[in-house]
C-alpha cells in the first residue's frame, strides 16, 4: 500500500503525508462596527478571527450613552419619567413602574396604593413584557433570515401598541405611570378590546412557532449556540430570560412578589441546556405566561380611584384646583418644585422584560433626586457575550446577539 | 450548417448585453462622481478598519471553494443530458421514462463522483474543524 | 461655534435653489424622477425610533408603497440615510464616515427630534442633532415620530429630490459650474 | 430574617465593619477599605451567608449634600469623604441582600476591585471608574466604557456641569 502511494503521488517521503501539518496563517481583526443591523446600532465588537472561527472579541458598548444619571439630577420626580421611558424603549411601561416603586419605598408608600392602580400597573406591564418579547424574537428571526415570524408579529405589535395608545396617549414612550398611581384610568371598553386582541395572538403565536421551532435552518442556527451553564449564570449575575434559559429559577415577580403578582398565578418557564434555543423558548412561553397574567387580571380588575389620596404626592383634583386658591398653590408647588420626597435611599427592583430591572434612588429631600442610578439588566447580560461568541463562527455571533436582546438605551442608560 | 437553430440564443444574448449595457451606461453618463480619500477607504460598519485584509488565511476556505466547484459542474453536466433526453437512446419508447442503458450511462458518471465525495468526506475536507 | 446666518446669505441660498430648481424641468428632471421613486435607505438605527421604523416598514403603515422599503446595510448601494434615534459624540465619527462613504447623489433624513436637535437630552454625552456632522434634507419632529409623519417626510424629501434641491445635488450642481468655468 | 444577615456579618467581622443599618428595608453594612476583600469573600464562601451573585456596583458622589428636614450634621463637610461606592449583593439560594458601602476621600480615590470574587462587576466596576474616577485596584482591564477615551474628566461627578461637551468631529463647514 505505502508503495502505491510513492507510486501515484511520487513522493519521497511518505510519512509527511499522513499527519496534517497546518499551513501557518495570520489572524485577522475584523469590526463589528456600531453602525451594524446586529448589533442593534449601538455595540461595536473588535473580532480577531482564525477564519471563520472567533478567537478573541473585545465588546463596546456605551454608543448610546445618553446620560440618565445626570439628566435625573437635573429633573424633579415627575419628570424622570419621560426619561424612563427610554430606558428599555421595548418594554416602556415596566420602567415606569419600576422607577414610581422606587420612588414610593423612599415615600414609604409601597403598599398603600388602591387596589386599581396596582391592578392597571400590572396589567399594563404585562402587555408590555409580551411587546418586548414579541419584538426580540421577531427581530432575531429576521436576522437568521426568517422575515415571515417577524412580520406576524409586528403585525400583533402594532395592535398592543394601538392599545397601550389609547390607554397612555402615545404608541412607545407612554410616561403613563405617576408616583402613587397612574396618570389616567382605563378608558371604558378597553379591557374587551384586549380580551379581543389577545384571542386574536393565540392564532398568530402558533402560527410562529409552527414556522420557527422545528424549522431545521433556525434550530440549527440555535441549537448549542452561545452555551451558558447555571453557575456561570450566577456567577454573571444574570437574571431574566438568559438565567431562567440556563436552568436558573429566578423571577423577582415570584421571589421577591411586588404589587398584587401574589394574588395571580402564572408559572415561570425555565429552560435546561442555556443556549440561544432555549432563550428563545422561554420567551415565547413568557408571552403565554403573560397573556395569561392578563386574563386573571382584567377579570380581578377592582373599581376605585387610581391615585393614591395622599396629598404629599396626588395632584388636588381640578375642580378644587380652579377654585380653591390652597389647591392651586399646591399644584403648582407641586408641580414646580417636585414631590418632597424625605432624605434617604432605596433599592427597588422590578421584573424588567430582560431581567432584575433596578433603581437606586438618593434623596435629599429636595423634590430633585441627588441620584438615581439604574441596574439594567442589558448591560450586565453584554458582559457575558465576549465569552459566549468564543470559539463560535462569525455567523453565530448574530443568533447570541438576538437573544441577548440587548437594548441600547438601557444598556448604555 | 444550419445556423438558424442558434438564432433565438442570439437574440437572448444580444438582449442582455443590450439591457445591462444600456444601465451601466446611463448610470455612468447621468450618475453624478464625487470622491475623497474617506470615501474609498473599506467600509467597516462606520468605525476605522483595523488590520490590512491582505493577511494570509486559513487554507480551508480555497479546499471548500473548489470542492464546490467539482459538484457544482457534476451537475452542470447533467443538464445538456436532461435537455436532450427524449431523442437520446436513454428514452426508452415503450415506458416513455429512462431505459436500461441511459440508467447504466448516467450511474457511470454519478457512481464517479459519489466515489470522490466518499473520499472527501472521510479526509474531513468538507466540514471546518 | 454656531453658523452666522446673516439674510444675505440666506438670499443667496434661496435664489441658488430657484435657479436649480428651474434647470431640473422638464427632461432633465427625468433622473431625478428615477432617483424619487427607488430610494434605498441605510437605516442608520440607534434607539427607541428604531422600533417605530420597524413600525413604518412594517405591514400596517408600509414604507414600501413609496419606493423606498428595501434597506440597505451598506453605504455603498444605499442613497438615503436615515439617521434614526439619539447621536452620541462617541457615535459622531462612525456617522460621518457612513455619510461619507455613500454614493453621489446622497439624501439624509433625521428621524425623530433626537436626530433632528438631541431632543430633551441636552448633556455632555449626547450631540444636539445629527447635522452637526452631516448635512440633514429633511427633519422629522416627534419622539419618536408616528409612522404617517415619516411617510410624510418622505414625500417631501421626493419632492425636494424632484426639484433638485437636494444638499448633495446643490454641492454637485455648483462643483460642475465651478468645473465649466475653469475649462472656459 | 434580614436582620440576621447584619448580625452574623458584625459576629464575623467586628472591626472591618464601622456601621450597620436598615435603610428601607434594605440592608446596608459600611466596611473599612483595606478590609474590603476578606469580608467580601467571606460573604461569598460562608455557606449560612452564601452571596454568590453580584446585583450591582455605583458610587455616589456626597459634595456639598445638603439634605433637609435633617440635623445639619448630616450635610456634607470638607473632612468628610466625598465618595462612597455601594455594592450590591444577593445570595440565590437563601434570597436575601446586602449593600456594602465604602467612604473613600477625595485625592485618593483607591478601591480593591470585587471583579477576581465576581466577575459580573466587571463592567460595572468600569462604568463607576468611567463616570465618577474610582481607580478600582486588581481590576483586569480597567478603561473606559461609556465615554471614548479622549474625554477628559468624569461626567457624573456633582462638580461636572451637565452640557460641557467635548465634541470628537463637526461639521468642516460649521466650525
Known sequence: MADLKTLVLGRKDVADLDEETELPHELMTVNMGPSHPAMHGTVRIILTVDGEKVVKSDVQPGYLHRCFEKESEYATYTQIFPYTDRLNYVSPMINNVGYAMAVEKLLGLTGKLPARAEYIRVIVSEVSRITDHMTCVGASAMELGAFGPFLFLLKCREWLYELLEKVSGARLTHSYVRVGGVAKDLPDGWTDELLYTLSQIDPVLVEVEGLLNNNKIFFDRMNGIGRMTREEAIKWGQTGPIARACGLDYDVRKDHPYSVYPELEFDVPVGTRGDCLDRYLVRVEEIKQSMRILRQAIAKLPDGPIMVDDHRVALPPKRDTYNTIESMIRHFKHIMDGIRVPAGEGYTFVEGGNGELGFFVVSDGTGRPYKCYVRSPSFVHLQTSGNLIHGHFIADVVPIFGMINMIGGECDK | MQLQAFTPAGYAIVAALGFCGLFTLLAVAVGPKSSNPEKLKPFECGSEPIGTPRGKYSVKFYQVAILFLVFDIETAFMYPWALLFKKSLSHDAVTGALSAFGFVEMALFVVVLVVALAYVWRKKAIGWE | MGVEVTTSRLGDAAAWAKRVKEESRGLKGIPNWGRKFSLFSYPFVTACCGMEFMSVAAPKYDIARFGAEFPRFSPRQSDLLMVVGTIVEKQGPALRRVWEQMAEPKFVIAFGVCASTGGFYQNYSAMPGCDQVIPVDVYIPGCPPRPEQVLDALILLQERIQDGIGHSQLRLKREQLAHAEADE | ?175
Open chain 4, 1 to 175: 430574617m434580614s436582620k440576621k444577615v447584619l448580625d452574623a456579618l458584625v459576629a464575623k467581622f467586628g472591626d472591618a465593619i464601622e456601621k450597620v443599618e436598615q435603610v428601607h428595608g434594605d440592608e446596608v453594612a459600611w466596611i473599612k477599605r483595606d478590609k474590603l476583600t476578606a469580608v467580601a469573600t467571606a460573604l461569598r464562601d460562608d455557606a449560612a451567608l452564601a452571596f454568590d451573585a453580584p446585583v450591582f456596583v455605583t458610587c455616589i458622589d456626597r459634595l456639598d449634600w445638603k439634605p433637609v428636614g435633617v440635623p445639619p450634621s448630616e450635610a456634607w463637610t470638607e473632612d468628610k469623604p466625598r465618595f462612597e461606592v455601594c455594592y450590591q449583593l444577593r445570595s440565590t439560594k437563601h434570597k436575601h441582600r446586602i449593600r456594602l458601602k465604602i467612604a473613600l476621600p477625595e485625592n485618593d480615590a483607591r478601591l480593591a476591585s470585587l471583579t477576581p470574587i465576581w466577575v459580573g462587576f466587571d463592567w460595572q466596576e468600569r462604568e463607576t471608574f468611567d463616570m465618577y474616577g474610582i481607580r478600582f485596584e486588581g481590576h483586569p482591564d480597567l478603561r473606559r466604557i461609556y465615554m471614548y477615551e479622549e474625554f477628559v474628566g468624569y461626567p457624573l461627578r456633582k462638580d461636572y456641569p451637565k452640557d460641557k461637551r467635548q465634541p470628537l468631529v463637526r461639521r468642516p463647514d460649521l466650525v
